[in-house]
């Protein structure tokens, strides 16, 4: 099956700090990646669609200047939490469909960010 | 809000028996929708998927309901194993052909089967 990874796994930082989280498709191209963040004992919710070549979509209330995305490569999107606050801390999920029109898409295994 | 409601924050059945994961949605323009199984720390896992043209779909022990009048889908597993104890999410897709579909996930089930 198609496989998506995230790196990385777990990220422990200060406040005010940048983090960045990759998300790779291993095994097929993926020209749109969505990001999402689940919050404890709650659904995942959509952030942002990442578009290779150019810019990402963002939904409404989420801050495009604090998430930037980067879709740089057929197999690479990258999330940058800018000047993290702990409000931020939550687990980050990436997922892609197999293909364009594929409506299944495959999830990356999450990013845990903790922000002291 | 809420798109995509799963009412059941949490379900137990006995091992052998048939699990029901119920889900709700109110957007009338989803056509598309996906259960997902999901452990503690780790990404969604795809396990079967709807078309808005069908009404069932099944895969081994898995199988979907979809019933459009009502707006509701349900899942399906029997029989229940252990190793099934997770939380389930339903989805919802839409979107125009060709293009990568948006998801919206219902709150999750955590279903417990017991030994």
């Known amino acids: 099956g198609a496989v998506v990874s995230q790196h990385p796994s777990w990220v422990i930082c200060k406040s005010g700090t940048s983090v960045k989280i990759e998300c790779r498709s291993l095994d097929f191209q993926a020209t749109t990646m969505f990001w999402y963040r689940q919050f404890p004992k709650q659904s995942l919710m959509l952030m942002a669609t990442s578009n290779e070549g150019s810019k990402a979509t963002y939904e409404q209330g989420v801050e495009k200047d604090k998430f930037l995305i980067n879709h740089a490569s057929l197999t690479l999107s990258t999330l940058t939490v800018t000047s993290a606050h702990p409000e931020d801390s939550s687990f980050y999920i990436c997922?892609?469909?197999?293909?364009?029109?594929?409506?299944?898409?495959?999830f990356g295994p999450g990013t845990r960010l903790l922000v002291l | 809000d809420q798109q995509v409601k799963q009412n059941s924050p949490s379900l137990s059945v006995q091992e052998g028996r048939i699990s029901i994961l119920n889900c709700d949605y109110t957007n009338s323009m989803f056509d598309y929708f996906l259960w997902y199984k999901k452990y503690p720390a780790e990404g969604p896992t795809f396990l079967i998927s709807i078309s808005s043209i069908k009404d069932k779909n099944e895969d081994g022990r898995f199988t979907v309901f979809l019933n459009k009048s009502a707006k509701h889908l349900s899942l399906h597993i029997v029989p229940s194993q252990p190793g099934d104890s997770a939380v389930y999410f339903c989805?919802?897709?839409?979107?125009?052909?060709?293009?990568?579909?948006?998801?919206?996930f219902g709150s999750g089930t955590q279903l417990t089967v017991l030994p």
């Open positions: 989805a919802a897709g839409r979107g125009s052909s060709g293009s990568a579909r948006q998801l919206t």
């Open positions: 997922s892609a469909p197999l293909r364009l029109g594929r409506e299944t898409q495959y």
